[in-house]
């Protein structure tokens, strides 16, 4: 059993910073990946960031320059460290796992207020 537990997440003024964390617990041998999503109300989870177990990470265009995701797959934790974030960042973030399957986190809310 996979579990994915997040925290970091808050209300903050535009242009401040957040930190999220991911830490995995259960089998997480073998994680080939993890990352972030956001969801809003009705619209799709889309990628947020995404680091590989070979270290190279992978940005949504919307918050390149401004959101950097690190960790460590082989402890199974993986952060995002978001800085000078807009309004339109508002969501829910959920933490992604990659092992043979895709795990998702219980999300964790972000909100801008402009």
């Known amino acids: 059993q996979v579990q994915l537990v997040e925290s970091g997440g808050g209300l903050v003024q535009a242009g401040g910073s957040l930190r999220l964390s991911c830490a995995a617990s259960?089998?997480?041998?073998?994680?080939?990946?993890m990352g972030w999503y956001r969801q809003t109300p009705g619209k799709q989870r889309e990628l947020v960031a995404l680091?590989?177990?070979?270290?190279?990470?992978n940005y949504a265009d919307s918050v390149k320059g401004r959101f950097t995701i690190s960790g460590d797959n082989a402890k199974g934790t993986v952060y995002l460290q978001m800085n000078s974030l807009k309004p339109e960042d508002t969501a829910v973030y959920y933490c992604?796992?990659?092992?043979?399957?895709?795990?998702w986190g219980q999300g964790t809310q972000v909100t801008v207020s402009s």
């Open positions: 992604y796992l990659l092992l043979w399957r895709a795990y």
């Open positions: 680091i590989s177990s070979s270290g190279i990470t």
């Open positions: 259960g089998s997480t041998f073998s994680i080939n990946a």
